[in-house]
C-alpha cells in the first residue's frame, strides 16, 4: 500500500469509526419518536399538517422552525411508515453533527484528533439521546458547526464560496432556534480579528439572506413579517413546570426571577448566579465531559493551540448568554455546542499524549468514562413494543376505546390511534409509567427485555436497581 492510499485509508476510517458507534447506538434502541408532552410531538404535528398541505402558517413557535420540519414533511411524504420518517432526518442531523465535529478537530489537530473528538462527542449521554429523537437541538448545532467549519478553513485560505456556505450555515442556525445567536455573537467578534474584510461581508450578506427571505415569507404569507419573533416570545409566557413558584415572565432577557427559579436536577441550590453552573456539572448526560475540558484548559491551557482556545473561550461566553441573557434552562441539549467544543477539546489533547507516547492509560479512559451511555440507552424505553401491542389489542377490540392525551401522543405511530375519543372514561387504553395489573382487565409490561449482560450486572450490585416501568394498561366498561 502506498503511502498516499494508507493515509486516505486512515482518513476513511478516522470519520467512519465514530459514525459506526452512532448506528450501533441507533441499533440498541431504534424508537426515536416519545411523544407525551414532549417537543417531538409538536413537531411531528407540525411536519404532518406541512406534508399534507404544503405549508401551514405556524402558530406555535414549534411549528416556526422550517429547518427542521421541512426536511421532516419531505420525509414523511417518502416513506411509508412515520416512525422511519421522523428517525431517518433525527439521524441525519446528529450523523451531520459527529461528521462536523471530527472535521473540526481533524483541522485543529490531525485526523487522530478528529477521530477521537468524533468518538468521545457520540459517546457523551446528551448526544447519544437525542440521536433517532425528533428534536431542534442536534439541528441547530449541526447548523452552528457547519458554519464554524467554513470559518476556520477560512481562516486558511480564502475562498468565497466557502465563506458564503458559511453565513447560509449560521443563518440556518437561527431559523431553526433563535438561542443559535448565542454562539455566533462571540463568533462575529472572533472573525472581526481573524477574517479579512471581503471575507467577513460575504459570511454577513449571506447570513442576513436567511433572516430578511423568512421575514418577506411571512410577510406574504400572513401579512406579520415578524411572525417567528413574536412566537418565540409569546413563548415564554407559557408555564412550565421546571420553573418554581410564580415567575415575572414579561420577558425572560437577563432575568433573573427566572434564572434563579428554574428546577435543579442535581437538587443543590446555592445562589441563583452559580445554580445552572452546579446544575449542569452535576448532569450525568454530559458533566464528565465539561469537567475534564474546564480542567484540561485550566491546568494544560499553554499546550492548547491557539485556535482552540479561541474556540473555547466562544463556547463559554455563548453558555453565559444562554444561562444570564436568555435565562435558559440549563439543561445539557440546549448547551450542545459547549459539549461539541469540550469534546475537540479532549479529543486533541489524547491525539497529541498518543502521538506523544504520554498517559496511554490516560487516553483509554477518556474514551471509556463516556462510553457508559451504552447502558442508559441500551434499557431507555423502546416504545415500539408499545405501539405492536397496542395494534394487537385494538385489532381485538375493534377500536372500541378511549384514550388519554398523554397516551395518544405517545402511541401516535399506532394506525388510528389519533381518531381514538379523548376520554378517561372506560372502555380505555392507557400507556402508565405506573403498575395497573390489579385494576386494569389487561396489562402488561412493554419495556423490551433487559439484556442479559444488563441483567447479569444488576443482579451483581454492579448497576442501580432499574425503578422504570411501562405499563400497557386496559380497562373494561363500567355498567
Not at 404532518?48 to 411524504?77: F, N, V, Y
Not at 471530527?102 to 446528551?126: D, H, V
Not at 462571540?186 to 461581508?201: I, K, S
Request: aromatic residues 10%; charged residues 15%.
Amino acid at each position: 500500500m502506498t503511502n498516499n492510499a494508507a493515509t486516505g485509508f486512515f482518513k476513511s476510517w478516522a470519520l467512519a469509526v465514530p459514525l459506526c458507534i452512532a448506528l450501533i447506538l441507533a441499533w440498541l434502541n431504534p424508537s426515536g419518536y416519545r411523544g407525551g408532552g414532549a417537543d417531538d410531538w409538536y413537531y411531528f404535528q407540525a411536519a404532518k399538517c406541512i406534508a399534507a398541505q404544503g405549508w401551514c402558517t405556524p402558530e406555535t413557535h414549534w411549528a416556526a422552525r422550517w429547518p427542521l420540519l421541512l426536511p421532516m414533511s419531505w420525509a414523511l411524504q417518502i416513506f411509508d411508515d412515520a416512525r422511519t420518517a421522523l428517525n431517518f432526518v433525527s439521524a441525519a442531523f446528529s450523523l451531520s453533527a459527529v461528521v462536523l465535529v471530527t472535521l473540526i478537530a481533524n483541522k485543529l489537530g490531525g485526523r487522530a484528533a478528529g477521530c477521537s473528538a468524533g468518538l468521545i462527542f457520540i459517546l457523551t449521554p446528551a448526544v447519544a439521546n437525542l440521536l433517532l429523537l425528533p428534536n431542534v437541538d442536534m439541528a441547530e448545532l449541526a447548523f452552528l458547526l457547519g458554519g464554524t467549519l467554513c470559518g476556520i478553513a477560512s481562516m486558511k485560505r480564502r475562498s468565497s464560496w466557502i465563506a458564503v456556505l458559511g453565513g447560509i450555515s449560521f443563518g440556518l442556525a437561527v431559523a431553526t432556534r433563535e438561542t443559535a445567536i448565542a454562539v455566533i455573537a462571540p463568533l462575529f467578534l472572533v472573525a472581526l480579528r481573524h477574517l479579512e474584510r471581503h471575507t467577513l461581508m460575504l459570511f454577513l450578506s449571506s447570513f442576513t439572506v436567511i433572516p430578511v427571505g423568512e421575514a418577506m415569507f411571512h410577510w406574504l404569507d400572513s401579512g406579520n413579517p415578524l411572525l417567528r419573533l413574536n412566537l418565540a416570545l409569546s413563548h415564554t409566557t407559557i408555564a412550565s413546570t421546571e420553573l418554581q413558584g410564580d415567575v415575572s415572565m414579561t420577558s425572560p432577557l437577563f432575568n433573573a426571577d427566572v434564572i434563579s427559579r428554574w428546577q435543579p436536577a442535581s437538587g443543590i441550590r446555592l445562589h441563583w448566579i452559580i445554580d445552572p453552573w452546579i446544575n449542569l456539572f452535576t448532569n450525568w448526560e454530559c458533566g464528565l465531559l465539561l469537567c475534564a475540558a474546564l480542567a484540561l484548559v485550566a491546568v494544560r491551557h499553554r499546550s492548547v493551540s491557539s485556535h482552540t482556545q479561541v474556540l473555547a473561550a466562544v463556547a463559554l461566553m455563548a453558555s453565559l448568554l444562554l444561562v444570564y441573557g436568555l435565562a435558559i434552562d440549563p439543561k445539557p441539549r440546549m448547551f450542545m455546542f459547549a459539549i461539541s467544543v469540550a469534546a475537540i477539546l479532549i479529543g486533541m489533547f489524547c491525539a497529541d499524549q498518543w502521538r506523544e507516547g504520554k498517559s496511554k492509560l490516560y487516553v483509554v479512559i477518556m474514551h471509556l468514562i463516556p462510553a457508559v451511555t451504552v447502558f442508559p440507552v441500551a434499557t431507555s424505553t423502546n416504545w415500539l413494543r408499545a405501539e405492536n401491542i397496542a395494534k394487537q389489542w385494538m385489532a381485538e377490540t375493534g377500536f372500541r376505546a378511549n384514550v388519554t392525551e398523554n397516551s395518544r401522543r405517545r402511541l401516535a405511530m399506532v394506525p388510528g390511534i389519533l381518531e381514538l375519543p379523548v376520554s378517561t372514561s372506560r372502555p380505555l387504553l392507557t400507556l402508565e409509567f405506573s403498575d395497573c395489573r390489579k385494576n386494569a382487565a389487561r396489562a402488561i409490561d412493554v419495556r423490551n427485555p433487559e439484556p442479559g449482560l444488563m441483567a447479569w450486572l444488576r443482579d451483581k450490585g454492579l448497576l442501580p436497581p432499574s425503578n422504570e416501568i411501562l405499563m400497557l394498561c386496559y380497562y373494561k366498561p363500567e355498567f
